[in-house]
């Protein structure tokens, strides 16, 4: 279920799906990179401005899903327009700072973003822009990344499914406003 928290400001309504904590793993696949499987946290959370605060850390999997070292590490800002045009400013710890431009798709929560500029330190790899698509999929945060390079067309090299995390601070809240749940808990259902 998505909910609309009342602090929220107005302009990012069309966003509130993306809002919370959520987790989950995917993989990566780019020439000249390790293929691999990868964990994700990724947090969307608002403060009551125009934007919504986006973190992502990623670290690469061993076959047993053990974490084996970080892979990515990314944070940002997201806003909507009124006419759901969606831009993203993100900095990635491989020196890489990108400016991202997209839509929400009609009637569905799906965005679909393209860089529009990006800037690279003398550091980072050879990138010359990507997509990503985000969906809201049965109740989970779906997104796939795709990359190009001076020498490489743009293609997939990331994907994940994730899952929203629930603290033990909202289960405390839940727990605080069941309200009287009957004793058997199966007449709740009828």
């Not at 997201?78 to 969606?86: H, I, M, S």
């Amino acid at each position: 279920m998505i909910e609309i928290p009342s602090d929220l400001n107005p302009d990012l309504v069309p966003l509130a799906w993306l809002l919370g904590n959520w987790a989950g793993a995917g993989v990566t696949d780019f020439p000249g990179a390790e293929k691999a499987n990868f964990g994700q946290e990724v947090s969307f959370t608002h403060d009551g401005r125009d934007f919504i605060e986006y973190r992502s850390y990623t670290w690469v999997l061993d076959a047993e899903g053990n974490k084996v070292k970080p892979l990515e590490t990314e944070s940002g800002f997201w806003r909507v327009d009124k006419n759901r045009q969606v831009e993203v400013v993100m900095v990635r710890d491989d020196g890489v700072v990108e400016v991202w431009y997209g839509e929400l798709a009609d009637k569905k929560p799906q965005i679909d973003l393209a860089t529009d500029a990006v800037a690279r330190t003398a550091a980072s790899g050879p990138y010359t822009g990507g997509k990503r698509l985000y969906g809201y999929v049965k109740g989970d945060l779906m997104w796939v990344g795709e990359k190009q390079t001076p020498e490489i067309p743009l293609r997939p090299y990331m994907s994940a499914q994730l899952k929203k995390v629930v603290t033990p601070e909202e289960v405390a809240d839940m727990a605080r406003n069941l309200g009287d749940l009957p004793d058997d808990g199966i007449a709740f259902f009828k």
